[in-house]
């Protein structure tokens, strides 16, 4: 099993993967989107193929006070839109998706804010934290999902 964070961003889309056993996420690059983010739908189902995903984890930029704003719908539409995306891949005849990993939406709050401090932890300058902080956000986000799962997994177990 192997999960995807995503980290939709204007400039780029942050991309993090976790190991098999979804215990950690590590970071997996960017997408240039130049403003629009839909931009990296293709690519994104490009890595989903590739990297045999079975569950994204999106994160949902909700407002602080935990409201849906103009972003988080947003990110509920690039959602949607890479569902009925990998449906029409796996009705590709040429090149069909084996597997349409679930979605998951995640509240993202603050995951910038996290991502910038495991930067400058890290001893990374801040000039270089730009084109790192996408896929650091995408990180957060991942293993905030993965420690849940694991939580959930530990409950159901003990």
């Given at each position: 099993?192997?999960w995807?964070?995503?980290?939709?961003?204007?400039a780029?889309?942050?991309l993090?993967?976790?190991?098999?056993?979804?215990?950690?996420?590590h970071?997996?690059g960017?997408?240039?989107v130049?403003?629009?983010?839909?931009?990296?739908?293709?690519?994104?189902?490009?890595?989903?193929?590739?990297?045999s995903?079975?569950?994204?984890?999106?994160?949902?930029?909700?407002?602080?006070?935990?409201?849906?704003?103009?972003?988080?719908?947003?990110?509920?539409?690039?959602?949607?839109?890479?569902?009925?995306?990998?449906?029409?891949?796996?009705?590709d005849?040429?090149?069909?998706?084996?597997?349409i990993?679930?979605?998951?939406?995640?509240?993202?709050?603050?995951?910038?804010?996290?991502?910038?401090?495991?930067?400058?932890?890290?001893?990374?300058?801040?000039?270089?934290?730009?084109?790192?902080?996408?896929?650091?956000?995408?990180?957060?986000?991942?293993?905030?999902?993965?420690?849940?799962?694991?939580?959930?997994?530990?409950?159901i177990?003990?």
């Amino acid at each position: 099993m192997v999960w995807l964070g995503v980290d939709l961003g204007d400039a780029r889309v942050g991309l993090a993967l976790s190991d098999p056993e979804l215990t950690l996420a590590h970071p997996a690059g960017n997408i240039q989107v130049y403003g629009d983010s839909f931009r990296a739908l293709d690519e994104v189902i490009d890595v989903i193929e590739d990297e045999s995903v079975d569950h994204v984890v999106v994160g949902l930029p909700l407002l602080l006070n935990g409201e849906a704003g103009k972003s988080a719908k947003k990110a509920r539409r690039w959602a949607a839109n890479l569902e009925k995306r990998m449906q029409a891949a796996a009705q590709d005849e040429s090149e069909p998706l084996n597997v349409i990993p679930t979605i998951e939406l995640v509240d993202e709050r603050l995951t910038t804010v996290t991502a910038h401090q495991q930067l400058f932890d890290a001893q990374i300058g801040g000039r270089r934290h730009r084109p790192m902080v996408d896929q650091q956000s995408a990180v957060v986000i991942l293993q905030t999902a993965l420690d849940r799962a694991e939580r959930y997994r530990g409950a159901i177990d003990g």
